[in-house]
C-alpha cells in the first residue's frame, strides 16, 4: 500500500530549486544580454511573436494538460509540467548560447533563442511524460537538467560535425526525449507496477483535461513544426505549417479508425483518440524540411495514426511485461516510434530527390 501522504519535500526541493535559480541568476547577470536594435530591425519581434505564443500555450498547457488522464497525478501533470519548463528554458538559453550565440564572451537572447529554448524544454516535457507518478519533483527537476544538457549536445553535435540544418537537428527532439524517459523509467522500474496499477486509473474529469490537452497540441502544432524555418523562405515555412495541418488530419481519421478495428468489441478507445491523434505532427515535423507534396504529408500522417494507436493497445504493456519498462503516458507511441517513421520517411524523400536530380 502507498503512503497516505506524500514525504515532505521541504528539506529538498526549496534548497534545490533556489540553488539553482541562483546559479542562473549570476550567469545571466555576467554572460547575458539583449539582441541588439540593428538584429531587431532586421527580424522584427512581430515576425516570430504570434508562432512564440503558439509554442508556450503547447509547452506550458498542452503538455501539462495531455497527461491529467491519471486520476491520482493530474496536479503533477499540469503543476509540475510549469516547474519543470521554468526551469528548462533558462538552462536552455544557457547552453545554446554557450554552444551556438556565444559572441565576445556574451550570450544574445532574441525571440528566436527563447523559441528555441521552449522547443528544449519540450523535449524534457516528453521525458517526463514516462516517468509520471513514478518521481518526485526534485527528481523531475535534475532529470530535467540532464535531458536539455544531452539535447543541446546531440544538436550542436549534428550541426557542427554533420552539418545538419537547425530544423532538422531540433526537431528530433521527439525521438531523444521519448527514449531518454523510457531509459529513465527502466531504470526506476520497481516491482508492483505490472499488469496494470492501482494509480493508472482515470476518470470521466481527467479524461476531459486531457482532452483539452490534447486539443491545444493539435491547434498550435503547425506553428511547432514551422518556427525555427526563417522569415526569408516563405516558401518552405508555409509548405511546413500545410503539411503538419493534413498530418495531423490524417492522423486523426487513422487514431478513430484503427481504435475501433483493434478493439475486441469494436469500440473507440479515449486514450487512442488523447495521444494517436498527434502522432501526425510528431511524424511530419522530423520530416517537415523534405516533404514537397501535399500527399505525402497525409501518407505520413495516417502511417503514424495506425503505428501510434499500434503501440497503445499492443506494445506499451507488453514493455512492462517483458522489459521491466512502464511508460506512464505511452511516449514511446506518441513520440518516439512516429519520430522513427518521420526519420525514416525523410530520409527516403531525400534519396529520391537525389535520384531525381542526377537523372
Not at 491520482?72 to 554552444?99: D, E, K, M, P, T
Request: hydrophobic letters at 50%; charged letters at 10%.
Amino acid at each position: 500500500m502507498a503512503p497516505q501522504y506524500a514525504p515532505s519535500l521541504r528539506g529538498r526541493l526549496p534548497p534545490l530549486a533556489l540553488l539553482l535559480e541562483t546559479i542562473f541568476i549570476a550567469l545571466f547577470a555576467f554572460l547575458v544580454e539583449y539582441e541588439e536594435a540593428e538584429i531587431i530591425k532586421e527580424n522584427p519581434v512581430t515576425h516570430i511573436y504570434a508562432e512564440f505564443q503558439d509554442v508556450q500555450v503547447m509547452v506550458f498547457l498542452g503538455f501539462g494538460f495531455l497527461a491529467t488522464f491519471l486520476f491520482r497525478y493530474s496536479f503533477s501533470s499540469s503543476g509540475f509540467n510549469l516547474l519543470v519548463a521554468s526551469l528548462a528554458v533558462q538552462w536552455a538559453i544557457l547552453l545554446n548560447g554557450f554552444l551556438f550565440s556565444f559572441h565576445h564572451g556574451k550570450i544574445r537572447v532574441g525571440m528566436k533563442s527563447l523559441a528555441e529554448a521552449n522547443l528544449c524544454a519540450a523535449s524534457a516535457l516528453i521525458s517526463m511524460g514516462a516517468v509520471l507518478g513514478k518521481t518526485n519533483p526534485v527528481q523531475l527537476l535534475l532529470m530535467a537538467l540532464l535531458e536539455v544538457l544531452g539535447f543541446t549536445a546531440n544538436c550542436w553535435i549534428l550541426q557542427t560535425w554533420l552539418k545538419v540544418q537547425l530544423v532538422d537537428s531540433i526537431m528530433l527532439l521527439h525521438i531523444f526525449g521519448a527514449y531518454f524517459g523510457v531509459m529513465m523509467s527502466w531504470i526506476l522500474f520497481r516491482s508492483g507496477l505490472e499488469p496494470r496499477h492501482e494509480k493508472e486509473r482515470s476518470d470521466r474529469k481527467t479524461d476531459l483535461f486531457s482532452m483539452i490537452g490534447t486539443l491545444f497540441l493539435w491547434v498550435f502544432w503547425p506553428s511547432f513544426n514551422s518556427i525555427m524555418i526563417s522569415q526569408s523562405l516563405l516558401g518552405r515555412k508555409l509548405s511546413a505549417i500545410c503539411s503538419t495541418y493534413l498530418s495531423l488530419a490524417s492522423s486523426v481519421v487513422a487514431a478513430f479508425t484503427f481504435s475501433a478495428v483493434t478493439s475486441p468489441r469494436g469500440k473507440i478507445n479515449k486514450v487512442h483518440i488523447q495521444n494517436a491523434s498527434l502522432a501526425g505532427g510528431v511524424a511530419v515535423g522530423v520530416a517537415v524540411s523534405a516533404i514537397d507534396m501535399p500527399w505525402i504529408a497525409i501518407v505520413i500522417g495516417l502511417a503514424a495514426g495506425l503505428i501510434s494507436t499500434l503501440g497503445f493497445r499492443y506494445i506499451k504493456p507488453n514493455m512492462e511485461l517483458l522489459f521491466k519498462c512502464h511508460d506512464t503516458c505511452g511516449v514511446l507511441s506518441v513520440h518516439g516510434m512516429p519520430g522513427i517513421l518521420g526519420w525514416v520517411a525523410h530520409f527516403i524523400i531525400r534519396v529520391t530527390q537525389s535520384s531525381s536530380a542526377t537523372e
